[in-house]
């Protein structure tokens, strides 16, 4: 199994790459890519240089154009694929079958992963992808329960990725309105949710409010943990208590359900967080490389270390991980 890890900056890419990732992903400087917040990223510049180090270092590169080309602006996407081709990037991650048909069409030999964003959750999806756009790999979204991921497996379409830690999303990756309802920019389209300039931090006495687009999603003591403000996320009033309506801030965490995916022929596993600091990448990438090379060397006898879910417990968005829709047990 692959370990896939983040790289939303420089000194990320290289923490990872020291840390034991077989392979980086990343995004180009903006709205092609999903992750597109200030001050992070890759310009189409830096690129091939960016993947000329990987690779010296052992290391593959996959770059994610995975926004919606929008009417008009087909042109920003076009260059974006023209630039993973020049770069010999070792995989395009994108959803939008526009994206998807033109690099296939142009550039034959560039390797084509499915995003998570086109929401491929069937195996007829998945086969669509493939026998139109010749797709070589499909990362599954993160809405799947185990069986269902090994109901696909068994299929075999397509060599399939999943994700092992990182943010979890209440709705299927590619259909979320939330952000474009408030901020007006969906990140579907314009590769941020909750985008920075639309964030706002209120202090009111000893509370600090948080909001985005101007809708109220939180309020914060001066001794409570305040994490980055997103709408699902957020506590509101609902019959007279203040509750995580929709989400509570918690993180992926399938460490337990490494023997079992490798079992079943998952081919790559991705951690999340290309917004992430250096640290943050170094620690979580040293963990999951400690984990995988546990379980493909002994998979009946692997354990969960304690370190290592402490360790992946501190880094979770509030502390706290759960197996989210793998553990479901009604499908």
């Given amino acids: 199994m692959e370990l896939v890890v983040p790289a939303?900056?420089?000194?990320?890419?290289?923490?990872?790459?020291?840390?034991?990732?077989?392979?980086?992903?990343?995004?180009?400087?903006d709205e092609t890519n999903?992750?597109?917040?200030?001050?992070?990223?890759?310009?189409?510049?830096e690129l091939p240089a960016t993947v000329e180090h990987a690779h010296r270092m052992g290391c593959k590169v996959y770059l994610a154009i995975n926004t919606y080309s929008r009417a008009g602006e087909w042109k920003r996407w076009e260059a974006a694929v023209g630039a993973a081709a020049e770069s010999r990037v070792d995989a395009l991650i994108a959803a939008d079958m526009a994206v998807l048909d033109?690099?296939?069409?142009?550039?034959?030999?560039?390797?084509?992963?499915l995003s998570v964003q086109a929401s491929a959750t069937n195996w007829r999806a998945l086969r669509f992808y493939r026998d139109n756009f010749g797709i070589q790999r499909a990362v599954l979204p993160r809405v799947l329960s185990m069986t269902q991921v090994e109901r696909l497996a068994e299929r075999d379409v397509v060599p399939l990725e999943v994700f092992g830690f990182g943010g979890l999303c209440i709705m299927a990756e590619g259909r979320c309105l939330?952000?474009?309802?408030?901020?007006?920019?969906?990140?579907?389209?314009?590769?941020?949710?909750?985008?920075?300039?639309?964030?706002?931090?209120?202090q009111d006495g000893d509370v600090m409010e948080t909001r985005v687009g101007g809708v109220l999603v939180d309020r914060f003591g001066d001794n409570d943990a305040a994490g980055y403000p997103t709408l699902c996320k957020g506590r509101y009033q609902v019959r007279g208590s203040r509750v995580h309506?929709?989400?509570?801030?918690?993180?992926?965490?399938?460490?337990?359900l490494l023997p079992q995916l490798a079992k079943i022929g998952i081919h790559a596993i991705k951690l999340e967080g290309r917004q992430r600091s250096p640290a943050y990448v170094s620690r979580m990438t040293r963990i999951w490389r400690a984990a995988i090379d546990a379980v493909l060397a002994n998979p009946d006898k692997f354990a969960v270390h304690r370190l290592w879910g402490e360790g992946l417990s501190e880094l979770a968005e509030g502390q706290q991980t759960v197996l989210g829709a793998y553990a479901r047990v009604w499908q």
């Fill in 245 to 256: 309506a929709f989400e509570e801030p918690v993180s992926l965490n399938s460490l337990e």
């Fill in 34 to 45: 999903a992750r597109h917040f200030p001050g992070l990223n890759f310009s189409a510049h």
């Fill in 178 to 202: 939330f952000s474009s309802y408030a901020c007006g920019r969906s990140p579907n389209n314009y590769g941020a949710c909750s985008p920075a300039e639309a964030v706002e931090w209120r």
């Fill in 102 to 113: 033109h690099a296939s069409r142009t550039y034959p030999d560039l390797r084509l992963h």
């Fill in 8 to 29: 939303g900056s420089r000194g990320a890419l290289h923490s990872a790459i020291e840390a034991g990732a077989d392979v980086v992903y990343l995004g180009l400087r």
